[in-house]
T-cell receptor, first 114, second 114 residues
């Protein structure tokens, strides 16, 4: 089976930096994804890490350490519109099921305050 | 480019009634996914299609849930009969292929079973 752990809630001030951690346990690991979901909205893709290290995309960065089964999403220069839920998701492969399956964590609700 | 389209957006039914959800993926996307999302949780995969073939339906409760993607384009997910515990958001997603690292989600159908 697979399990992912991430904080349920985080609050940060507008303009600040926040880090959302994710630890996972899985077999057949291929990579770690991050998705953003506003209330009532669709999850939208933010990033994918297959290799160790930091990937930067604008104000958002994502990090992966495969040896530690750990990753994080870093949001800089926080804006009010960043208030949303953030999900880490493990991409794992199963020989019996075909190729890959994405398993999501329970999500971290980020509240950005003025 | 149009995104993933789902209908209806909201559905309220009484328990034991049937219900169906429709999804039209992004044009050219061969892989289609149906997810269930409970409040405060991450999406959970129900079924994955490669073109018209269901290649991973291990999480689909087959006694009451069924799905089809007859021409390898749009898809329908059905519940018959619905139970109180089926109240959730049903999300459809698509990707270019099973190897695609980014999944594109539709806005979902919020089902309430009374």
């Amino acid at each position: 089976g697979q399990s992912l752990e991430q904080p349920s809630e985080v609050t940060a001030v507008e303009g600040a930096i926040v880090q959302i951690n994710c630890t996972y346990q899985t077999s057949g690991f291929y990579g770690l994804s991050w998705y953003q979901q506003h209330d009532g909205g669709a999850p939208t893709f933010l990033s994918y890490n297959a290799l160790d290290g930091l990937e930067e995309t604008g104000r958002f960065s994502s990090f992966l350490s495969r040896s530690d089964s750990y990753g994080y999403l870093l949001l800089q220069e926080l804006q009010m519109k960043d208030s949303a839920s953030y999900f880490c998701a493990v991409r794992a492969g199963y020989s019996g099921a075909g190729s890959y399956q994405l398993t999501f964590g329970k999500g971290t609700k980020l509240s950005v305050i003025p | 480019e149009a995104g993933v389209v789902q209908s209806p957006r909201y559905k309220i039914i009484e328990k034991k009634q049937p219900v169906a959800f429709w999804c039209n993926p992004i044009s050219g996307h061969n892989t289609l996914y149906w997810y269930l999302q409970n409040l405060g949780q991450g999406p959970e995969l129900l079924i994955r299609y490669e073109n018209e073939e269901a290649v991973d339906d291990s999480q689909l409760p087959k006694d009451r849930f069924s799905a089809e993607r007859l021409k390898g384009v749009d898809s329908t997910l059905k519940i018959q009969p619905a139970e109180l515990g089926d109240s959730a958001v049903y999300l459809c997603a698509s990707s270019l292929s099973a190897a695609g690292t980014e999944q594109f989600f539709g806005p979902g159908t919020r089902l309430t079973v009374l």
